[in-house]
């Protein structure tokens, strides 16, 4: 019982002065917005960057019923491991 002098409680008042101070957090979705770089030049719709080929493939074929460089010319295919 008891948290040995407000010891504990002094921590989570500094931790919270700290994140106050360092801003809110922050959202990922700025972020993942300028990371979609991937663009169909069918429907024009954008994929990230990190989007396999897989799932571009999947799109061109049910969406469009074209290949993967009709609608994604530009891409290289997936990085290697």
């Known amino acids: ?4 002098n407000g ?3 002094a ?6 002065l ?3 101070a360092g801003g809110a957090q922050k959202s990922q ?9 991937i663009q169909c030049q069918i429907c024009k719709a ?7 080929e897989k799932a571009l493939t999947e799109h061109a074929t049910n969406k469009h019923t074209k290949t993967l460089p009709e609608c994604f010319p530009t891409f ?3 990085a290697p491991k």
């Open 46 to 52: 954008t994929f990230l960057k990190t989007t396999r």
């Open 29 to 37: 979705l700025k972020t993942n917005q300028a990371a979609m770089d």
């Open 7 to 9: 010891a504990k409680a």
């Open 18 to 20: 700290k994140n106050a």
């Open 76 to 78: 290289q295919g997936d």
């Open 11 to 16: 921590q989570k008042r500094e931790r919270n």
């Open 1 to 4: 019982m008891g948290g040995g």
